[in-house]
């Protein structure tokens, strides 16, 4: 089972940035920033695969990048211009199978990092 930490949730205002680490075991095929705000259900982010292909949500629109380091077992999420809609617990996963996590299912989770964004 591969083990997810998430780090760099923290409260930001309105237009910020911030950079959200997951430090893993091993980084798998498929590697993602899923979000939870209140209420809501689960939402991907952004997924990065083996070979650097990203993939964002729609109401990124360009403010969020992805990424990785293989030799450290890191995968990041830089965020910037901040919106209070942003607020959420944001999750690091990680799926094998390329095909099922183009439907936004991962078999691996991390426990979460908070962010805040007020206005």
């Known amino acids: 089972q591969v083990q997810l930490v998430e780090s760099g949730g923290d409260s930001a205002q309105t237009g910020g940035s911030l950079r959200l680490s997951c430090a893993a075991s091993?980084?798998?095929?498929?590697m993602g920033w899923v979000r939870q705000a209140p209420g809501k259900g689960r939402e991907t982010v952004a997924r990065?695969?083996?070979?650097?292909?990203?993939w964002y949500a729609d109401f990124v629109e360009g403010r969020f990048t992805i990424s990785k380091d293989d030799a450290k077992n890191t995968l990041f999420l830089e965020m910037h211009s901040l919106k209070p809609e942003d607020t959420a617990m944001y999750y690091c996963?990680?799926?094998?199978?390329?095909?099922?996590?183009?439907?936004?299912?991962?078999?691996?989770w991390g426990q979460g990092t908070q962010v805040t964004v007020s206005s």
């Open positions: 996963a990680a799926e094998t199978r390329p095909r099922v996590c183009v439907r936004g299912i991962f078999s691996a």
């Open positions: 990065i695969g083996s070979g650097g292909t990203t």
């Open positions: 091993v980084l798998t095929l498929c």
